[in-house]
């Protein structure tokens, strides 16, 4: 078998395989997941600098499958350039959120590199998004309300990129979020409020999405003024978790019940999604409108495992470990990406069970030889 020799090459494959697997959903992605992988951990392990000095501390050299692929831990991002690119090759970089003390985790992309990060995206995105619960029932096409700043406003977030991205699926987009003199990112509340409204009194419905804390921001201000506003039916949220210390952090539960209390949108229309400046795919709890959710499902470009930090070994269904991601569509920085999250393993997907405590992270036996 002919193996990859080049980034460009190995993008054109992906990119097909993406495509594959979009038009037929009996298309068997395992092997072809596998091959990719092999060879996309051959180009970075060669051409990484950081990726490569990690692989030889873990002494791995080759692996027989992606899972055996040595997982750099996300906080490398922070440290050192985890990148293929020189300096003048990566015109865009995206920075991890948190407050504005703490040093960002950065994600170098060229031209082509972000063209895979918008092909990853958006598909996955429609599906749980905006596609239709009942085969052969046509969805309204959305208005779209974003509780973070523009991607002009905020062009080192991969959040906002990702929403910029997906604009053009809907029938009008306002981005009501604000970034302060810090910084740190604001709800414009009355441009918030005024837009609602209007959405209120038409007929057209609306998809809400913002950070949690952007969402605790908004229901808080809803029950001081006294507000609850009756979106039009089919109206969904996107909460993409997140407080950063932000805010007061709501359970889960808790956050949703308030999002339909104040906006109207039933439980079942609540999408969460995962994901991580360092990636660049994202995972999603539920597709809208569906009654079963809290599962959270990559696409079928990229993988998750929940590893114990006691074995560095995958944990059985229904036990908790460290969330573990294979991203294919990391062409250009690495593809196995060890975080910081906590996760239940539920079949192929994995349940949110918040952050790792720093304990727990120094003790991890699978970070101890690592940087």
């Known amino acids: 078998m002919t193996h990859i020799s080049t980034f460009d090459e190995y993008t054109s494959q992906l990119l097909a395989f993406m495509a594959r697997t979009q038009e037929s959903r009996a298309f068997d992605a395992t092997v072809e997941f ?32 992606w899972p055996q692929m040595p997982a750099l831990p996300a906080r490398a991002f922070k440290e050192y350039e985890v990148t293929s690119l020189s300096a003048p090759e ?15 985790g950065r994600h170098f992309h060229n031209d082509l590199s972000l063209a895979v990060y918008n092909a990853s995206l958006r598909p996955w995105f429609c599906r749980h998004l905006l596609c239709p619960t009942i085969p052969g029932e046509k969805t309204a096409r959305l208005e779209l309300l974003v509780l973070i700043p523009s991607p002009e406003a905020a062009p080192q977030s991969s959040l906002a990129h990702m929403f910029g991205a997906v604009q053009d699926e809907f029938e009008g987009a306002v981005f009501a979020g604000r970034v302060a003199g810090d910084g740190a990112w604001t709800l414009d509340l009355s441009t918030t409020v005024a837009r609602l409204r209007e959405i209120e009194a038409g007929a057209s419905p609306v998809a809400v999405m ?25 109206s969904r949220a996107l909460e993409t978790g997140g407080y950063k210390g932000r805010t007061r952090t709501l359970p889960k539960a808790e956050l949703r019940r308030l ?20 990636l660049s795919s994202q995972a999603y709890d539920r597709v809208a409108g569906a009654a079963d959710g809290g599962i959270f499902h990559f696409p079928p470009w990229a993988r998750a495992e929940i590893i114990s930090p006691e074995t560095g070994r995958e944990v059985e269904e229904g036990e908790t470990g460290l969330i573990r991601v294979f991203d294919l ?6 593809m196995a990406l060890q975080t910081e999250d906590l996760g239940i393993r539920r079949g192929s997907g994995f349940e949110l069970a918040g952050r790792a405590a720093e304990a727990e992270l120094r003790g991890c036996s699978l970070l101890q030889r690592d940087l």
């Open 34 to 65: 596998g091959r990719l992988a092999k060879d996309l951990f051959a180009l970075q392990k060669e051409l990484v600098p950081i990726y490569r000095d990690y692989c030889r501390r873990q002494n791995v050299s080759s692996v027989a499958d």
């Open 90 to 104: 990566r015109p865009r970089v995206f920075h991890s959120s948190g407050t504005t003390q703490q040093r960002p």
């Open 210 to 234: 913002g950070t949690a804390f952007s969402f605790v921001e908004l229901v808080d201000h809803c029950r001081n003024e006294r507000i609850q506003f009756r979106l039009p039916s089919g």
């Open 259 to 278: 999002i339909t209390r104040y906006l109207g949108v039933p439980e079942s229309y609540i999408v969460g999604e995962y994901g991580m400046s360092e």
């Open 329 to 334: 569509a990391n062409v250009r920085s690495v």
